[in-house]
């Protein structure tokens, strides 16, 4: 089970510095402590607060670069209250404008919304504004638009070169540059004030707008002709008009532009050609009203001039008025009669013309007006169901008309508006149809009774019948002009007394900030950005964070005792490791091994013999440094130590001391030598030390035999301690074979440099081989790793991939990126 285990950890070792393993194995998490290591978070944290102000200072600095060369957009708006309102009721008229006027949908706000954003209004706007032409000053990296400051106004003529930008550089206070692309060419030349610049079929003329004075002429300028197409485009991109509160029917209009003047002027303007708009088209609906009634006015007075001039005739021929009473009262039922079927005729033509509007689609001639509107007498009909359907067939057919602009005939929009209008023209035909039979049935029934009436009258003197058939159109044309005179009358007063109830509650004002960007939303973004990328910078650290760094970490992932903290030594830079505590006893450094021994005592008692095994995971742990300097401490204290280098396959304990390898370890295991032949002493009396002598093939076996026992107990009677340099763990097996001979197996770990995962393999090993007293030390520790001391050494060496190679584990991009922000 033992082999396993061993063989096992090795592979996981490999794994850990980059090796292969020969023997597959489940991979297992690196750390063993679990959850959130709040020292480690602590020191990147700590590490990383210079890159968090930095990207903090690159955040704000990236928003203020943003503020700087951002083209401010302003924004003017202005809150309007829509209605109407008659004066007609304060004349006595209220009832008859209510009968003239129909119903009239004010609050469709919606439709006004549309008004306003229609071409209508933009055409008066573009000639009520100069908006043809935008001038612009060049700045350093922004241009900024001179909306009724420039210093120059540009008239043009002929066939326009529209939005084509036109460069202007005054060279005095008298000429100009002006330069323009052309396929791709620039054209141009000098010119001088007020002089017609002929540039192909277009004539321009500069003119001056004030003195030129030296500021103008530091300065470049451009501007562009725009055409009604760009125009509208502007005008759509930027104007907004929306519903506020439907029930106060108030809408409000805004504009965003670069340059708050515009914007304000252009609301403005705005509500100015609305309220012109709104004025002409109640003007426009009154005067057709008005024509109608006129019409009817002629037509009524040329048929009763008629009618007075046939009863005239009459009694010019007959000499008298006088009719029998007898015939009074048939005279009587037949002017009611012919009353009743003249309006029944009326009613019959009036639906032929509806009908003929609604089969043409004109039922009115514009959007806005309603179907009473449009045809008054409809009234007369008094047929709510067929004026309903009238108004929704012309809802209706407007809606086509709009649809048609934007799709296509066979789009499905299109087509199903199509289907429903034919449906409500159907509806329409079939209620017109019904009332049309009925019309005529009752004038049928008319008629006949007219028949009865007429042959009673027959047998009447010829003369009574005469004047009372002559009487009859005559009163009925009276009536009928009077009450057109009535009408006319009425609307001539609705005319003068109606006023748009147009209020602007809050006119536009000169914008004072701008609406984007905002400042201090722009600032936050960058800060937000800058903290954002600062933590995402410590998370990122901290998850490649993979080495051990502190004391603390070495606690809370082995199960083995920490025997001590070893910090740098950065007195000198050594390429191998060498004896230093006797050349500064009073260091750090010694100071730190001094109280490793101490607790070596705790362990084991230096009354006794004692055998101390050194070794780590791999090379470049400070394995042979520990043990050369853990020796001569130890060798201070009076005590007789001996310091065997049983890393045969790559010995350095005899290059700490400056001596040769010729002989050691490996030939008395062969029996070469002796063990007093191998013996060489250092500087400290009671210090010596065996190398490894030359590499032998078989270093395992050599341990094994028998004849390292009987070394190990030769060394017992002449010394006090005798401590191994063992090779490294993770590399090869004779670690392990020696530490099982030994009292006191010390495990080296490396701050910094040591990953991880090996403080997991020195836990399987304490398991696999039940190594109880198995220390653990901290080497080349930081002022973290020693929480608050700052002392050290530097040095650099190790296996790496291979056991005789000097280099260090290969580092993986993962690994170069994190030293990288380290």
């Known amino acids: 089970m033992a082999v396993n285990e061993n063989a096992e950890l090795e592979s996981l070792i490999r794994n850990a510095t980059g090796g292969v393993s020969a023997v597959p194995v489940e991979s297992e998490p690196a750390d063993d402590g679990g959850g959130l290591d709040f020292d480690t978070l602590l020191m990147v944290v700590r590490r990383s607060l210079l890159w968090l102000l930095l990207l903090i200072g690159l955040g704000l600095t990236g928003s203020w670069l943003f503020l700087r060369y951002t083209k401010p957009v302003y924004k003017s708006s202005s809150l309007l209250k829509i209605d109407e309102k008659t004066e007609a009721g304060t004349l006595g008229l209220g009832g008859a404008m209510k009968e003239a006027e129909g119903r009239q949908s004010l609050n469709k706000l919606s439709g006004e919304v549309e ?140 504009f965003q532009d670069f340059s708050p ?69 048939i005279t009587a039922r037949l002017e009611k009669q012919e009353e009743e079927r003249l309006k029944l005729s009326e009613k019959i033509r009036l639906l032929n013309e509806v009908a003929d509007l609604a089969e043409r689609g004109t039922i009115t001639s514009r959007e806005d007006l309603t179907v009473e509107q449009s045809i008054p007498a409809l009234a007369t009909l008094e047929n709510s169901q067929l004026s309903q359907q009238l108004g929704e067939l012309n809802d209706l057919q407007w809606n086509l008309r709009r649809l048609l602009r934007s799709y296509k005939e066979t789009t499905e929009a299109v087509q199903q508006q199509r289907e429903q209008l034919n449906f409500v023209k159907g509806n329409v035909r079939r209620t017109m149809r019904q009332n049309q039979e009925l019309l005529r049935s009752q004038l049928a029934a008319l008629d006949r009774q007219r028949n009865l009436f ?27 002009y009077l009450m057109l005179m009535d009408k006319k009358v009425e609307f001539n007063i609705a005319k003068a007394g109606t006023t748009p109830d147009f209020q602007i509650l809050s006119p536009a004002s000169l914008p004072s900030a701008p609406i984007s960007p905002v400042k201090l939303m722009v600032y936050a973004i960058g800060l937000a950005s800058g903290i954002i990328l600062g933590l995402a910078l410590m998370a990122v650290r901290y998850l490649m964070h993979n080495t051990v760094t502190n004391v603390r970490e070495l606690e809370r992932a082995t199960s083995s005792s920490v025997l001590g903290v070893i910090p740098t030594y950065d007195k000198e830079k050594m390429s191998v490791s060498k004896l230093v505590v006797d050349k500064n006893p009073k260091s750090a450094i010694s100071e730190s091994i001094r109280s490793i021994r101490t607790n070596l005592d705790f362990i084991s008692s230096a009354k006794k013999k004692r055998l101390i095994s050194v070794t780590s995971t791999i090379s470049g742990e400070g394995k042979t440094f520990v043990s050369v300097n853990l020796a001569g401490i130890i060798a201070l204290s009076e005590q007789r130590v001996v310091l065997l280098d049983l890393d045969m396959r790559k010995p350095k304990v005899n290059l700490a001391f400056g001596a040769e390898n010729v002989k050691g370890i490996s030939t008395i295991l062969i029996d070469k030598h002796s063990i007093a032949e191998c013996i060489q002493h250092t500087s400290i009396p009671t210090l010596d030390f065996i190398s490894a002598g030359p590499t032998p093939p078989n270093p395992s076996e050599l341990i094994l035999s028998s004849r390292f026992d009987e070394l190990l107990a030769e060394l017992h009677k002449l010394y006090d301690v005798i401590l191994i340099d063992t090779p490294p763990v993770g590399l090869v097996t004779d670690g ?33 081989n039940n190594f109880t007293r198995l220390s653990v030390i901290l080497n080349d520790a930081t002022a973290s790793g020693l929480y608050g001391y700052g002392y050290g050494y530097g040095y650099g060496y190790g296996y790496g991939q291979g056991y005789y190679e000097e280099t260090k584990p290969a580092d993986g991009k993962l690994t170069r990126l994190r030293k990288r922000f380290s």
């Open 115 to 254: 008004l306003i954003k229609s071409n209508i209004i933009y055409r008066r706007l573009r000639d009520s504004l100069d908006l043809d032409v935008n001038y612009y000053a060049e700045g350093t990296v922004l241009e900024s638009e001179l909306y009724g400051t420039s210093p120059f106004r540009v008239q043009y003529d002929g066939e326009v070169l529209y939005n084509t930008k036109f460069n202007l550089r005054f060279k005095d206070a008298q000429f100009f540059h002006l330069s323009y692309q052309k396929d791709g060419q620039e054209q141009g030349g000098d010119y001088a004030l007020n002089q017609p610049i002929r540039l192909g079929g277009m004539t321009l003329r500069i003119l001056p707008e004030g003195k030129i004075d030296a500021s103008v002429i530091e300065r470049n300028y451009f501007f562009t002709i725009n055409d009604e197409a760009a125009i509208n485009a502007y005008l759509d991109r930027n104007l907004l008009v929306e519903i506020v509160n439907p029930d106060a029917n108030t809408i409000q209009i805004s």
């Open 261 to 329: 003047s515009k914007a304000r002027a252009i609301v403005n303007k705005i509500d100015t050609v609305y309220l012109q708009e709104k004025i002409a088209q109640k003007q426009t609906a009154t005067a057709q009203t008005l024509q109608f009634l006129d019409q009817q006015l002629t037509e009524n007075r040329q048929s009763l001039a008629q009618a007075e001039e046939n009863l005239q005739d009459f009694a010019r021929q007959n000499k008298t008025y006088d009719v029998r009473a007898s015939i009074g009262e």
């Open 454 to 480: 007429n042959s009673e009258l027959q047998t009447l003197p010829q003369k009574a019948t005469e004047l009372a058939r002559l009487n009859r159109p005559l009163e009925l044309y009276e009536k009928s």
């Open 736 to 768: 392990i074979l020696i530490m099982r001979k030994a009292d006191i197996p010390i495990y080296i770990v490396r701050a910094n440099y040591s990953k991880k995962a090996f403080l997991k393999n020195i836990n399987k090993l304490v398991r696999a």
